[in-house]
């Protein structure tokens, strides 16, 4: 099976471009008071993380609106990444790689708006 054509676990098999979708259901499903104050956010689905210390669900790379002190116009965006094959990887069903998105979706959503992963496991999230 080729890597970027199906990631498989368990009893199941999802393409990239099928996890894409998952992805887009689940970010539409989201809260939209929630979704209305991302600013300047992208949402990227990549095929594997590179993290040495072991499988990497998702990443949030930017900076947290609570230490936007000068933050202004000519910013990249942030990014919030999921990795479709650590996802499908530690997933035995469609319905469980669907709740592990979205959690991870809020877990990464919520660095954004400056909570911790200390914090995120106080709450349930983490």
Same mark, same amino acid.
């Given at each position: 099976? +080729? +890597?970027? %054509? =199906? =990631?498989?676990?368990?009893?199941?098999?999802?393409? $990239?471009?099928?996890?894409?979708?998952?992805? %887009?259901?689940?970010?539409?499903?989201?809260?939209? !008071? @929630?979704?209305?104050?991302?600013?300047?956010?992208?949402? @990227?689905?990549?095929?594997?993380?590179?993290?040495?210390?072991?499988? $990497?669900?998702?990443?949030?790379?930017?900076?947290? /609106?609570? +230490?936007?002190?000068? *933050?202004?116009?000519?910013?990249?965006?942030?990014?919030?990444?999921? *990795?479709? =094959? #650590?996802? @499908?990887?530690?997933?035995?069903?469609?319905? #469980?790689?669907?709740?592990?998105? !979205? /959690?991870? $979706?809020? !877990?990464? /959503?919520?660095? *954004?708006?400056? /909570?911790?992963?200390?914090?995120? !496991? #106080? $709450?349930?999230?983490?």
């Amino acid at each position: 099976m +080729d +890597d970027l %054509s =199906a =990631a498989s676990a368990g009893s199941f098999a999802m393409s $990239l471009q099928e996890f894409e979708l998952l992805v %887009s259901e689940e970010l539409d499903s989201l809260p939209a !008071h @929630v979704m209305d104050q991302l600013d300047n956010v992208i949402f @990227v689905v990549e095929e594997r993380s590179n993290n040495s210390a072991g499988p $990497l669900l998702g990443l949030y790379q930017g900076t947290a /609106i609570t +230490d936007r002190f000068d *933050y202004g116009l000519g910013e990249l965006p942030d990014q919030i990444v999921l *990795y479709w =094959a #650590e996802h @499908v990887d530690s997933c035995n069903t469609v319905e #469980e790689l669907r709740q592990q998105v !979205h /959690i991870t $979706l809020v !877990h990464e /959503i919520a660095h *954004y708006f400056g /909570i911790d992963d200390e914090h995120l !496991h #106080e $709450l349930g999230w983490g």
